[in-house]
């Protein structure tokens, strides 16, 4: 059997027991259907299914458990917050492409430029292995890149960007570099010590890398018509709803204001309106003067 198929098996097994605790007859009959739409090999007996259920506990960090009492298998904890939930779907996504013929008439993606994605594998592997390294990088806001030697701490999504987040052995404070921006890219044999840096903790209340201004309760107030799609995709793990009428639905959260979160609210236009902070609502009014000035100029 390729191993494409064990990994896809997983994968409905996976899914299937976030969506309901199941039998092993349940289970079965769930494969045998989804064998019959992908055409892979699905099957499975009891000692197949221990097995499955072992490698996926090594690959994915998932606990399945039999439950005797039920009789069912079950998940033993919420994975929802975990990024092997990203890494699942992604896979879904390639198997999807895999499965189709001329894929580029039926699955139409958003082109992007260099991601930095190639870097992700050897700098995982200097994380783990907390091998310093060095390379050169392209700041957004000087002429001419830099050359940065640093300790490795974990690697960082943010709207479509990758970023490394290190401690710079140079300045020794704790950065962020965009891995779209890193050239020259060297895995050094020098060791460094365990760094005692917590980035789910430092990040929690952060909207993309930025952390600057103090995190605050946020409120906001969107249309009713654009609070469906917040509602679907939250802005924040922390969005909480408030309040809601005919007319308007309030939105808690708890964040860093940065400048990366003021675009992202620009970019809903007069479908939001900033209730609290003040702080937060006079950044807002002052881009809307800003670009209002630009545009009585011109």
Known sequence: MAKRDFIQRYIFIINRLKSRASTFDDLQDYLLRQQQITGDKLEISQRTLQRDL???????????????????????????????????????????????????????LEQRNNQGTENLHGLLYAIENRFEVTFTHQSFWKDE?????????????????????????????????????????????????????????YYQHAFGVETYEPAQRIVLNFTPYQAKYIKSLPLHPSQEPIFEDA????????????????????????????????CLKKKIIEQINEMKQIYIKS
């Open 247 to 278: 007319h308007n639905c309030h939105f808690a959260y708890f964040m860093h204001p940065t400048h990366d979160f003021v675009m992202e609210l620009m970019r809903f236009g007069p479908e939001v309106k900033v209730l609290e902070p003040k």
């Open 145 to 201: 890149p830099e050359n940065r030697t640093v300790h490795p701490i974990a690697i960082k999504e943010s709207q479509n960007r990758w970023y490394l987040v290190c401690q710079d052995v140079t300045k020794n404070e704790i950065r962020n570099f965009g891995l779209d921006r890193i050239t020259n890219l060297k895995i050094t044999d020098k060791k460094f010590n365990l760094i005692a840096f917590d980035v789910i903790q």
């Open 54 to 108: 072992n490698e996926i506990r090594s690959l994915f960090d998932i606990d399945i458990q039999y439950n005797r009492k039920e009789g069912v298998y079950e998940i033993v904890e919420a994975i929802t917050e975990k990024p092997i939930e990203r890494i699942i779907a992604s896979y879904e996504i390639i198997n999807a492409l895999n499965y189709s013929n001329n894929v580029s008439q039926k699955l139409y």
